[in-house]
């Protein structure tokens, strides 16, 4: 896993390597030893071609999110406000 830093503060890009065999895929998402973050849930979820999803904001209790493409590509944006 390689962590890139970006100019906004707290968001970091995560890149991780996917290991082939003839049976598909494997890839780890997360370690706890790389982000000193408690994460309380862990949702998914999986949207079609063109699918824009809200934007929210947090501003008592701040929530971290973790992105993860699992086949094809996404644009993701972050807002610093």
């Avoid at 947090?58 to 999110?65: F, L």
Wanted: aromatic fraction near 10%; charged fraction near 30%; proline fraction near 1%.
């Amino acid at each position: 896993m390689k962590i890139k830093n970006v100019n906004i503060a707290g968001l970091k890009i995560i890149k991780t390597k996917m290991f082939f065999d003839n049976r598909g895929f494997f890839k780890e998402v997360f370690k706890n030893n790389l982000i000193k973050k408690n994460f309380k849930f862990d949702v998914m979820s999986s949207s079609k071609k063109n699918v824009l999803r809200g934007l929210h904001i947090q501003t008592k209790k701040p929530q971290a999110k973790v992105i993860t493409v699992v086949f094809g590509k996404i644009m993701d944006v972050a807002v610093d406000l």
